[in-house]
C-alpha cells in the first residue's frame, strides 16, 4: 500500500486548503482513511476519518465545522479540506489506512503553515 499526500502549502489566516491523499496497492472497500496532523512540539492528533466502502465520515468534536473528509473512489483518493485556517493548525498532515482502532499505513505527511 502506498499513501501519498499532498496540497500543503503556506497560507494566510482565514483561508482553505484542500489536502489530497491518492491511494494504491490494494483494494481499500474494507477499510477508513484518516487524517492526523502533528504540531511542533506536540502528539500527533487524529483530525477525521473516512469509510471508503460508503464515504461516512467521522470527527471528533473539537474537529467538527472547519475539516471535511471527502473521498473519491473513482481516482483513490481521499481529500481533507480546511476552512477558515487559523495559525494553530500549522502541523504536518498525515493521511492513514487501516481500521477505525489501528491504522496501519501511513503517508509521509504534507506541511500546512498558517500565518497570521
Known amino acids: 500500500v502506498q499513501l501519498q499526500a499532498s496540497g500543503g502549502g503556506l497560507v494566510q489566516a482565514g483561508g482553505s486548503l484542500r489536502l489530497s491523499c491518492a491511494a494504491s496497492?490494494?483494494?481499500?472497500?474494507?477499510?477508513?482513511m484518516g487524517w492526523f496532523r502533528q504540531a511542533p512540539g506536540k502528539e500527533r492528533e487524529f483530525v477525521a476519518r473516512?469509510?471508503?466502502?460508503?464515504?461516512?465520515?467521522y470527527y471528533t468534536d473539537s474537529m467538527k465545522g472547519r475539516f471535511t473528509i471527502s473521498r473519491d473512489n473513482a481516482k483513490n483518493t481521499v481529500y481533507l479540506r480546511i476552512d477558515s485556517l487559523k495559525p494553530e493548525d500549522t502541523a504536518v498532515y498525515y493521511c492513514?489506512?487501516?481500521?477505525?482502532?489501528?491504522?496501519?499505513?501511513w503517508g509521509q505527511g504534507t506541511q500546512v503553515t498558517v500565518s497570521s
Open positions: 492513514a489506512l487501516g481500521t477505525t482502532s489501528d491504522f496501519l499505513y
Open positions: 496497492g490494494r483494494s481499500f472497500s474494507s477499510y477508513y
Open positions: 473516512i469509510r471508503w466502502s460508503d464515504g461516512s465520515p
